[in-house]
Structures are given as C-alpha cells and as structure tokens.
C-alpha cells in the first residue's frame, strides 16, 4: 500500500528537522509547505507554486540588511547575521538566485554590517593578510623554480646510451 500524503510529509519533515535546526514557528511553516507542495504534485500543480515564490519581496531591501541583523526577503524570518545557510537550507537557494530574484547589487553584501566589520577587524588582528601575502610569494617562488629547473632538463641533450657487450 502506497504511502500517505500525511505520512510523506511526517517523513520528509523528520528528515529535513534531523539535519538542520528548527524552531517550532519554522517547523510548522516546513509541514505547511511540504504538505502543500505534495497536494499540489498529486494534482499536477507545481508550476503554481513556482511563480508564487517568484512573487514580490516581504521586506524591502532597505529593511532586510540592516547594520546588526539580516532578514530574508522570501520568509520575512530575521535576526541573522548571515544569509547564506539559510537559503541553502531553507529554501534551497544559492546566494546569486537570491541576488536576481531580488534585483541585489553584488556590492551589498548578504550579511549584517556589524558581523563584516567585525570579521575584518579579526582578519587584521591575526595579521591574515599578510600571511596570505607570504605565502603567495613562497608560493610564487616555487613554481619559478620548478620552471627553472624543468628548462635546464630540456636544455641538456640526452646521453646515448651503451650497449652492452
């Protein structure tokens, strides 16, 4: 016997919920909406829901990125400091989707002002960039020295070899 649409759901939910933390709010919302999504292919209308989640933003994009917290602009869900998980998990997005569907420039980061600054200023502190800065140099300097040998091998003939007697 077939599996039912309550027992697909109870599963694909149980399964989503074990790998990724949920509160209860974005737990029911995720029942709704697989629940909802399984009608509508037994029914044979998915491209429906394609164009719903194509509609207009909850949040302008002012209001989304703000300089502590991030809201996503498909659920309206706030208090983040960084959009790139949350898409991923929730709603299955790459940030350059997210980016189009929303007309965001590629100069406006998907992260709160503060968590950046904050990363910058770590970054610094630990002297990253200048380690980075070394070891491209080093790293520079072996591929020239590779090079270097692998031209002083094409430049010397090859020996001819002696037979044996």
Known sequence: MAP???????????????????????????????H???????????????AEETKAPVITLKKAFQADQVVCMICGKDGM????????????????EYRKQFNIPRSQALTARKFSEARKKMA?????????AKARAVRAANIQEKKAVAAEKA???????KKKA
């Open 4 to 34: 039912t649409l309550l027992e697909l759901t109870a599963s694909i939910v149980s399964s989503h919920a074990a790998v990724s933390e949920l509160s209860t709010d974005e737990l029911v919302q995720e029942i709704q909406k697989v």
């Open 36 to 50: 909802a999504t399984l009608q509508q292919l037994e029914g044979g209308t998915v491209q429906a829901t394609q």
């Open 81 to 96: 400091k960084t959009l790139t998980r949350h898409l991923a998990q929730v709603h299955g997005m790459k940030p350059g």
């Open 124 to 132: 610094q502190d630990r002297g990253l960039a200048e380690n980075l």
């Open 155 to 161: 430049a010397k003939p090859k020996a001819v070899r």
